[in-house]
Structures are given as C-alpha cells and as structure tokens.
C-alpha cells in the first residue's frame, strides 16, 4: 500500500477516535470531554452524567459507528456488482422491506387491539419486524434479479417495488390510529437511539461479521469491476460470488435498517468521497476506507440530530439525507453517464 | 506445436445451432483474423472457444486440454478476452488494471507476489506503456485502452488469446497500431491470437491466416498468400 494511503487511513482513524468520543459530550446536556474521559475509565463521582453517558449516549454512540461502517460498505458492494455509481442498499428493497415489516407490526397490531406497554421503539418486536420484512423483500429482489442479466431492469423493478410497498404503507396509515401511525413516522425517522445497551452487542456482532466477510470478497469484487464476461474468463464463478456478495450486503444493511430504522444515502455517497480520496478502486482499501469514513459520517449525523444543548431530536434520516443529496448531484455532474 | 484443435463443431444457444460443422487446427504463433458478416455467428464461436458457453456437440482442445473438462480458474489460464464493450472503472490507473489479469494465479484475497509483480512488469515493457502505467483508465484514448486490455490479457499468461472487434472503435493510425501490437505477441510469445474484424484489409496485411463464415454455412481456411485477400472477400461475398 502507498505511504499516501496509509497516511489517510491514518487520520481518519483519529477523527473517528475524536467524533466518537463527541458524541459523548454533546446533548441537551453538554458534558466536558475530561470528565467523558474519567466516566469511561469508571473514576467519575458524578453519578448523574455517568448514567447519561454510559445508559443513553453509549449505546447510540456505538450504534452510529456500526450503521455507518455497515451500510457504506454495503452500499459499495452494490455499486459494483450492479456496475452503477447511484445503487445502494435500496436497490434490494432493504429499507422498503423493514418499513413495511415495522408498519404492519405497529399499524396492525394497534388495529386489532393490541395495545403495546413496552416503549415500541426499542423493543425486539420492531426489529424482528424490519428483520422479516427487509429480508422478505431482499429474496423476491433477489430472485428476479437473479433471472435477469440487465443492470437498468433490476433498478427500474427494485423502485416499482419500492413503490408497491410504499402504496400498501399508505393503505395501512389510512386505516389505522393517529398514535400507531405517529410512532410509525417516528421510526421512518431513522435513529440510533432505538437501542439500548443489551442490544447493541448483537448489532456489533452481526456488523463485524458482515464487515469481515465483505473484505475477504474483495477479489471478486475487484474482477466484476470489470463485468461478467472478464471476470469468468478470469476465473471466477460469477455466480457464485453474486450471490455470498448479496448475502453479505443484506447482512449489513438488513440488521441496521432493522435496528436503527431507514438512514438514507450514507450507503450511496460514502463509497464515492472513499473512491475519490483514496484514487483507487481496489476493494482491499475501499472496504476500510468506507466503513472509516462511513462510521465518523454517522457519528457526525448523531451529533447534528442532537442539536448540542437543546431538547430537541432531528431524525437522522433528514440529516443523512441533507448531506447525501449534494453529493450524489456532484456524482452526477461529475460523470455525466448516468 | 497445435495449439488450438476444434472438430465438428456445432456452437449455438440452447438447441439451436447458429453456426454447424465447425473444424480447425491452429499454431502458437498464429494470428488469425475471423470474418463473416454481421449475426452469422463469429461472436457464438469466439464465446464458444473462450469457454462462456458449451458447444451443442464437437470438442474443444486448448494446449492438449479438452476446454469443456476444465473449472473456471483452469479455462482463465487458458483462453484470455478482450471484448468490444467499453469499461468504466473509476479512480483504476493502469498497471492495477493490468494487474486484474493475474487473478487465476493469485490467492484467494489477490494480493500479488514477487513473480506477479515481475510478470505485470514484463508485459508492460512488452507493450511498451510504461509511460502509460500511472495514468488512469478512464482518461485514457480509444486506442490507449485498447492496449491496456491486451496487457491486462497478456498478464494472464495463456496460450490463447481471443479478441472480439478489437480494431472497432479505432481510427486509422491506432488500428495499424493495434494490429502491428498483436503481430509483434503472437510471433515474439508465440501466442495464439484469433480476432475477428470487419477491417478487411487491415486485417489480411497483418495476420496469418484467417477464418471466414460465410453465408452458406461454410467455415473455409484461407492461407496467407499474394492474392490472400482477394480470395478471402471472393469467399466472404459469392
């Protein structure tokens, strides 16, 4: 690897050490980095923010690193197995699965009477639910893709099946309470919040998981930049590798839409500043530099969604998508072969 | 020593026979220029030879070893391609492309080892693009690219290397260029080359022999001879 690379790699190591640890400091209440400092090291008397810190930023702080590694790297799997600089974990329904999973969960279950004394938004039924639907979706995706060969016609039907879910979503909202349907909203916001500290463990590892795996498919990844047709005559079973590379995608972005809810255009833009910084196209340092990069965007976005001594709580997903939007505009302009 | 041997050869998709009765023999050394007209089934038999797709019936035998026995990475070392369509790869400079043809050989991450890096090095003095090697591939020439898929082919160290319309896009110069480039591979690393082209005579002034499709289902061996495209185009076009 080039010293230049190493000297990247190196900094954004830092910076994710640095806005990790400010995710800690910022809320309603703002905490001084020393005493984050002393809290993590478990010397701190002051019980009040060690509970703070440690029971409910912790968590959300460990949620942003993982969401945003995960689905930056799921995002560029995507890129370059559909060959398509605006593909990202969407392209399988991920997120149009899990919300439809979520909505039948809340709308239906307060339709039928069910009344749910557990604060829904943490709990394992939301994320079973978005588990279910995301990988529900992702198998009908999956299997006509898997049918066709065509790069456009595998996009064109992941929106119109998008759109079929987000039409049967409608159907359910307009049938159902205003409470269910506000909580709905709520997760379509996208947060990592949701968790809590027991859960964050099973977040983790299934992260870290797909996170291996997606760099020990870096060979075949770098052979389908070429497409198809080189890469078999190079070797390898096209295939094959399509479909550990999906698995692997659908890990990732399933589990965290499942967890934190739907996080917008961190999975599509990520790959492309990673591409553009490290001038390369080699998936052995795109992984890492995206789920680098990825982790210190989202903790940024954390903190954004914050808003540092107010009460206040942006959803993510407007925060993500704030920031994302411009950058695929300047893909766009950029390439001018869309 | 025979390279390449086809016999009775029947390619085509599924049951349907595009082209029939398919027989050839070829060299290491031979450059071979395939002709035919547009949909008469020269891309059916390139794909067939590079191992993409199974001949209906007949066999295919690539240094002494019968191609339809082979797994993937047995093929790749080889039958190497160089296809028409055009690649985009952002942020790819050229000698990591290049590098992409060693896959066969490297392990299971890709990493390159001493002897990959010297081969990749080789075939960049081979093609002369050392002054090419950083320059990124989408800011590259037609003609630029073209050469940098050849190497990238080279790398893979095959005995057959195939290529479909490799001139297409040229202008003038670059196809001589291209050509005179292929020549120089098959007669100094005594590689079989087979292309197939609708440049008629650029095609003839460069190759050995060549191979003609034509329309009553004939697969005919033209020599290279003084009156060689003369009687290459009265077979092509009765």
């Known amino acids: 690897m080039q010293g230049r690379n190493i000297i990247i790699f190196a900094v954004l190591a830092i910076a994710l050490a640095i806005v ?65 600089p605006v593909a990202g974990p969407y392209v399988l329904g991920i997120s149009a699965g899990a919300s439809l999973g979520v909505a039948i969960l809340i709308m239906a279950s ?89 859960q964050i463990g099973y977040l983790a590892g299934v992260t870290v998981v797909g996170l291996v795996f997606s760099y020990a498919l870096s060979k075949p990844l770098n052979l389908l930049l070429l497409g198809d047709t080189y890469a078999t005559t190079s070797g390898l079973n096209v295939q094959r590798a399509k479909m550990m590379i999906v698995l692997c995608t659908s890990i990732l972005a399933g589990s965290i839409t499942a967890f934190c809810g739907p ?13 553009s ?62 | 020593m025979m390279q390449l041997q086809a016999s009775s050869l029947n390619v085509g998709y599924g049951s349907k026979v595009v082209f029939p009765n398919i027989s050839f023999a070829a060299n290491e050394g031979d450059m071979i220029a395939l002709l035919g007209v547009n949909g008469i089934g020269k891309s059916t038999l390139l794909r067939t030879l590079s191992g993409l797709q199974k001949p209906i019936s007949g066999s295919i035998t690539i240094a002494e ?40 050989y490297t392990s299971w991450l890709g990493q390159l080892n001493d002897k990959d890096e010297a081969i990749v090095q080789e075939v960049i003095d081979v093609m002369h693009l050392q002054k090419l090697e950083a320059k990124f591939f989408n800011e590259m020439s037609d003609g630029e690219r073209q050469k940098t898929l050849i190497a990238r082919a080279l790398c893979q160290q095959t005995p057959l290397i195939i290529l479909d319309e490799p001139t297409a896009f040229l202008d003038f110069r670059n196809k001589r260029d291209i050509l005179g480039t292929l020549k120089n591979i098959s007669e100094e690393l005594k590689k079989t080359i087979i292309f197939s082209t609708h440049d008629i005579e650029a095609a003839l002034e460069h190759c050995n022999k060549c191979w003609i499709m034509n329309e009553q289902q004939q ?10 495209a003369a009687e290459a185009k009265r077979i092509l076009e009765p």
């Not at chain 1, 478990?42 to 689905?71: F, M, Y």
């Not at chain 1, 198998?139 to 039409?167: C, E, K, Q, T």
Request: proline share 3%; with cysteine; aromatic share 8%.
């Open chain 1, 20 to 84: 990790f640890l400010l995710q800690l400091v910022f809320g309603s209440v703002n905490i001084p980095f020393s005493e984050v400092l002393s809290i993590l090291q478990g010397n701190s008397n002051n019980e009040a923010w060690s509970n703070i810190v440690i029971e409910a930023r912790l968590p959300g702080a460990l949620a942003a690193l993982l969401a945003g590694a995960g689905l930056s790297v799921s995002g560029l799997q995507m890129q370059t197995m559909f060959r398509n």
């Open chain 1, 110 to 198: 307060t339709a039928i009477g069910i009344t749910n004394e557990v604060r829904l938004m943490s709990s394992w039924s939301i994320i079973l639910a978005a588990a279910l639907g995301a990988v529900l979706i992702f198998l009908v995706n999956f299997a006509i893709s898997f049918r066709l060969n065509d790069v456009v016609a595998i996009l064109i039907i992941g929106l119109m099946i998008g759109g079929g879910i987000s039409a049967l979503i409608e159907i359910l909202q307009s049938i159902t309470s205003n409470e269910a349907l506000k909580q709905y909203v709520l997760w379509t916001f996208g947060s990592f919040r949701y968790t809590n500290l027991s």
């Open chain 1, 263 to 275: 996080i917008g255009f961190v999975g599509l833009a990520v790959p492309h500043v990673a591409r």
């Open chain 1, 277 to 338: 910084l490290f001038k390369s196209a080699d998936h052995r340092i795109l992984t890492p530099a995206c789920a680098l990069m990825g982790a210190i965007i989202c903790c940024i976005c954390n903190i954004v969604s914050s808003t540092p001594g107010t009460d206040y709580v942006l959803p993510v997903n407007a925060i993500t998508s704030l920031l994302g939007a411009p950058i695929v505009i300047w893909i766009i302009l950029k390439q001018r072969r869309l």
């Open chain 2, 65 to 104: 070893k019968e191609l339809d026995k082979l797994s993937a990475v047995d093929k790749a070392k080889l039958v190497s391609i160089v296809l028409t369509e055009r690649i985009y790869i952002d942020n790819i400079r050229a000698r990591d492309f290049i590098a992409l043809g060693r896959a066969p």
């Open chain 2, 219 to 228: 697969f005919i061996e033209v020599m290279q001879s003084a009156n060689f």
